[in-house]
């Protein structure tokens, strides 16, 4: 698969990848215990990868129902993390996703009517999706570069359900 650059590729570019991103990475099912496991995938990757990282899966009723932080992360990769909730929630999409769609139009949160305090565009925040298309939760990371965060899930999510090749987006 091809990796990009969001120093030097287009709008148009980081679009394709991330909708291709989202696309792949659809489950059949998607119940608590899948969740758990899916949580757990995660950590350990946080664990193999020697990186400090929060993972939070919640419903998108808000429930959650998987939560980890690790040592050298905090409240504030909390308050990111529900901000990144709330972005996914509103777009039914990734929040690197609607990172992308603003980044050559200069939009803020608030010029999309949005609260900053309530809302972010960064990466970080990613559906998760039925084969169907509906969304059921949102699995969030939290505590490298926004673009590393939506890597670090895109991959775990990957690996998690035996896909081998994604779309790679790097700074």
């Not at 969740?35 to 959650?64: C, F, P, Q, S, Y």
Request: proline share 2%; hydrophobic share 40%; aromatic share 8%.
């Amino acid at each position: 698969m091809k990796t990009i650059s969001i120093k030097t590729s287009t709008q148009a570019e980081i679009l394709d990848a991330v909708n291709l991103q989202e696309k792949s990475l659809r489950f059949e099912h998607f119940t608590n215990e899948d969740a758990w496991e899916l949580g757990k995938h995660l950590v350990e990757k946080v664990k193999t990868d020697g990186i400090e990282m929060a993972v939070n899966i919640r419903k998108v009723n808000g429930n959650t129902i998987f939560s980890y932080f690790s040592e050298g992360t905090n409240k504030m990769n909390e308050n990111w993390m529900n901000r990144k909730f709330n972005t996914v929630l509103m777009n039914e999409s990734s929040s690197f996703k609607q990172w992308a769609l603003n980044m050559e139009k200069n939009y803020s949160v608030e010029s999309m009517g949005m609260d900053q305090k309530e809302y972010v565009l960064c990466g970080g925040g990613f559906p998760i999706k039925l084969t169907n298309g509906e969304m059921v939760a949102v699995v969030l990371a939290s505590n490298l570069p926004h673009e590393q965060d939506h890597m670090f899930l895109v991959n775990g999510i990957a690996s998690f359900l035996g896909i081998e090749e994604v779309p790679q987006i790097n700074a």
